[in-house]
């Protein structure tokens, strides 16, 4: 079956500018989480959603970064007033949502903000 | 908080020369999962540890939870070059599911 997919696959922005991310997780997958990565870093954890909701948003970095999964399917990742230091690979990962359930990641979103 | 290290952070073996990475955190664990990132790739689901000195193979890869729940290894016999990538282990978050990665191990394989 399909696997999670994210576009766009690349995002070339100018600092400033608002930017949307989106996640399509696996079907019936009731939980999806965003991590970003860094260029020789793990992924870091930026959000999780149980459902509709978000049921963690600790790793959110600041009010500049929103999430929404308005229908607990689909999610988009919002960046206002992007950063230079916003440059990364975002990640979403989707998975079952029982506790522990393995985590799939979709391929990705690199973002440059120049 | 609580944090994830591995080490070491690159390694570099000749094919067929085995290879092992090592990852601790610094609070216990009720679980341990790795990942392996081709380059340029996202990272991949291995495997997941949840028993005190659980051992699983899965192929050439042999996988350690230890004791104190506290930390893991990974280690590959007769690396090939399909081998090549960067490994991760990581631990559950705060919340429920949310992972914990360590920074990884780079491994890259000469033929």
């Known amino acids: 079956g399909a696997g999670v997919s994210q576009t766009p696959s690349n995002k070339v922005t100018e600092k400033g500018k608002y930017v949307e991310l989106r996640c399509d997780p696996i079907?019936?997958?009731?939980?999806l989480y965003w991590y970003r990565q860094s260029l020789g870093q793990g992924p870091e954890f930026l959000i999780y959603?149980?459902?509709?909701?978000?049921?963690?948003d600790s790793g959110l970095p600041n009010d500049r970064f929103f999430a929404v999964r308005p229908e607990g399917s689909v999610s988009t990742l919002k960046i206002q007033r992007t950063e230079r230091g916003d440059s990364a690979v975002y990640l979403c990962?989707?998975?079952?949502?029982?506790?522990?359930?393995?985590?799939?990641f979709g391929p990705g979103t690199r973002l440059t903000v120049l | 908080g609580q944090q994830v290290m591995q080490i070491p952070q690159y390694q570099h073996v000749q094919e067929g020369e085995d290879f092992t990475t090592y990852c601790n955190s610094s609070?216990?664990?009720?679980?341990i999962q790795w990942y392996k990132q081709r380059p340029g790739g996202h990272p991949v689901f291995l495997i997941q540890?949840?028993?005190?000195?659980e051992v699983k193979k899965q192929k050439r890869l042999t996988f350690q939870f230890g004791e104190a729940k506290k930390n893991s290894s990974l280690h590959i016999t007769a690396t090939q070059t399909t081998d090549v990538g960067t490994y991760f282990c990581?631990?559950?978050?705060?919340?429920?599911?949310?992972?914990?990665f360590g920074k990884g191990t780079k491994l890259s394989v000469k033929p």
């Open positions: 959603f149980q459902g509709t909701g978000a049921a963690d």
């Open positions: 990581a631990g559950p978050g705060g919340s429920q599911g949310n992972l914990i």
């Open positions: 079907s019936g997958h009731t939980a």
């Open positions: 609070t216990t664990l009720s679980n």
């Open positions: 540890l949840v028993k005190s000195g």
């Open positions: 990962a989707s998975s079952s949502g029982l506790a522990g359930g393995t985590q799939y």
